[in-house]
């Protein structure tokens, strides 16, 4: 893609309308939990598959998504992607059914896979020529979902709490901003054609892994209900195994792998990627709880519920840039060692003092900005790991691995702590949450010592440019 020596700043605008709406969708959704719950006649089970569909569908395609911008060009995937995403969000808005929401949900999903590679991509392409714009670039594409992402609580609970709107508009909310992104992507991003128009497709692997994670995580969330002997949580356990096994197999003897199986032989990537997935993991799992917790245990308004969820992504951006100046003069393993225990305490102070019937938001807060606070410090450094630890053509496809099992860590924590909150009574489902609290602190803990023990060069290195995994989403 030829562009100029000064490309248009609404090249980078279209682009954080993307990461705006991908990374606003990760929490707006969670206030409304309760009430789409209320007015669908949907249980407990039905609304893990709102936050797993969308996450699912966002993981299972985002490896492909690279080579699909590859093979067709980054315009017109990332296009596409927008125009999937403004559909889906539609019959999101407008679903009679719970299930109805969930395939809708699922779409918008894939939809955000097509968009965030090729959004990078276009960055990438229209900086080429001043690696210092492209840095400050990325920074302020970076920084446009962060700050989704905190917004996305309170713009939720306060699309709901107004006369005449509810949960379907979170999702009407959607469509002005996809408009404006499609249409200044027409207007302002060079057409291209790929990088690599030959490039063959993994098909077999595409679909081995939507049949793996989906049929896993739903065995997971469907447990709670139907029990280990049902056969629909056996037969989803069963084809997840088979499916991981046939997945392994054809990725080892592949030509174009969606995923290069050969990235996991160095320790380093491994327990990077094994960090990613603890941390969302744990993330992922408390924002569902939390919502009951608020709503159903204390009796919240949404808005009030969206206003407490605030401290939970507010100290993201800060910690960040902490994290950059840290891994100039330490390396990265000691941010991501000192993250994980500062999220681990955080977690943990949850837990103990902030769960109750009675608990001020004083007695939360710690917690709710430790959270933040150690992911923000965490992640980007992890990132930094996993970029300088894999050759320099490879830094896009180990960059999308560490967002594919970041995704699945997450979809994996909304199943599992989902199922703490399914039923019991009122203090029961408080046990439960605080127990996903403690659960949490343990995993970050994990986190620190899988850091610590795989990686193992201390030494100061250069920080790279943000990427899409530098986000807590």
Excluded at 75 to 99: E, I
Excluded at 167 to 173: A, E, G
Excluded at 330 to 345: D, E, F, N, Q, Y
Aim: glycine share 12%; with cysteine.
């Amino acid at each position: 893609m030829k562009t100029s020596h000064t490309p248009s700043l609404a090249i980078l605008l279209a682009c954080s309308f993307a990461f705006i709406i991908v990374q606003l969708d990760v929490t707006i959704v969670n206030v409304a939990l309760p009430q789409i719950g209320h007015e669908l006649g949907a249980g407990v089970t039905d609304l893990q598959w709102v936050v797993d569909a969308y996450t699912l569908g966002f993981a299972v395609f985002l490896l492909s998504a690279g080579a699909l911008g590859d093979k067709f060009g980054s315009r017109r995937t990332f296009m596409t992607g927008f125009a999937l995403f403004t559909a889906a969000s539609v019959a999101c808005a407008m679903a009679p059914t719970a299930m109805v929401l969930n395939v809708a949900r699922a779409l918008q999903g894939i939809g955000a896979a097509l968009l965030v590679p090729s959004s990078l991509a276009i960055l990438n392409a229209a900086y080429a020529d001043d690696k210092a714009m492209l840095g400050k670039a990325i920074a302020w594409w970076t920084a446009a979902g962060g700050v989704s992402i905190a917004v996305g609580p309170v713009l939720g609970g306060l699309l709901m709490s107004l006369p005449g709107f509810g949960w379907r508009s979170i999702f009407w909310v959607n469509i002005p901003i996809c408009v404006a992104g499609f249409w200044l992507t027409g207007r302002v991003v060079p057409a291209a054609a790929g990088r690599d128009p030959h490039r063959s497709l993994d098909v077999q692997g595409q679909l081995l892994a939507i049949v793996m994670l989906t049929s896993f995580i739903g065995a997971v969330i469907e447990f709670e209900s139907l029990g280990w002997q049902h056969w629909l949580v056996r037969g989803g356990m069963l084809l997840a195994a088979v499916a991981a096994a046939l997945f392994v197999w054809v990725e080892a003897r592949g030509k174009s792998p969606m995923l290069p199986l050969g990235l996991f032989r160095g320790a380093p990537f491994s327990g990077a990627v094994l960090f990613g997935v603890l941390m969302n993991f744990s993330y992922y799992g408390v924002i569902f709880v939390l919502s009951f917790y608020l709503q159903k245990v204390r009796g919240f308004g949404v808005l009030h519920a969206g206003l407490v969820f605030l401290p939970l992504t507010g100290t993201f951006i800060f910690a960040n840039i902490t994290s950059g100046w840290m891994q100039a003069r330490t390396g990265v393993r000691t941010p991501m060692i000192l993250g994980a225990m500062i999220g681990a305490s955080g977690y943990t102070l949850l837990g103990l003092i902030g769960i109750s019937d009675d608990a001020s938001f004083l007695q939360m807060l710690p917690g709710l900005a430790l959270i933040p606070a150690g992911m923000g410090l965490a992640v980007p450094a992890m990132t930094t790991s996993i970029l300088s630890g894999v050759e320099r053509r490879q830094a896009g496809t180990a960059s999308a691995v560490l967002n594919t099992a970041r995704q699945v860590g997450g979809a994996m924590g909304v199943a599992i702590f989902g199922a703490l909150v399914s039923s019991g009574s009122s203090l029961e489902v408080l046990s439960g949450i605080r127990g996903a609290m403690l659960v949490s602190g343990g995993l970050l803990l994990l986190a620190a010592l899988l850091a610590f023990a795989c990686v193992r060069r201390p030494a100061p290195v250069a920080v790279k440019v943000p990427a899409a995994a530098d986000c807590p989403g």
